[in-house]
Nanobody
Framework: QVQLVESGGGLVQAGGSLRLSCAAS??????MGWYRQAPGKQRELVAI???????NYADSVKGRFTISRVNSKNTVYLQMNSLKPEDTAVYYC??????????WGQGTQVTVSS
């Protein structure tokens, strides 16, 4: 059974930093990443990383956020710096297995105050 457990969200002032973690279990994962959903908006891609370390970022977070992973631990991280109020959202971890299945974490709230 695949499980994704997220941690690291919280409340931070604009300009501050947070680090999100997502520990996955139950399979081996090809692509892992982070998405976010703000109130009244659709869920959107933040960043993804392949098993080989290739990354892709949303334009809105380039230069501020860094995604990384430790394959031996099936864990993906999102280091978020220079946070802005518009980064406020529920952040979801996503992981795709080598067999094609896709799974979501429960979400962690990130709130950036101005």
């Amino acid at each position: 059974q695949v499980q994704l457990v997220e941690s690291g969200g919280g409340l931070v002032q604009a300009g501050g930093s947070l680090r999100l973690s997502c520990a996955a279990s139950g399979s081996s994962f090809s692509i892992m990443g982070w998405y976010r959903q703000a109130p009244g908006k659709q869920r959107e891609l933040v960043a993804i990383i392949t098993r080989g370390g290739s990354t892709n970022y949303a334009d809105s977070v380039k230069g501020r956020f860094t995604i990384s992973r430790v394959n031996s631990k099936n864990t993906v991280y999102l280091q978020m710096n220079s946070l802005k109020p518009e980064d406020t959202a529920v952040y979801y971890c996503n992981a795709k297995t080598l067999f094609g299945g896709a799974y979501w974490g429960q979400g962690t709230q990130v709130t950036v105050s101005s």
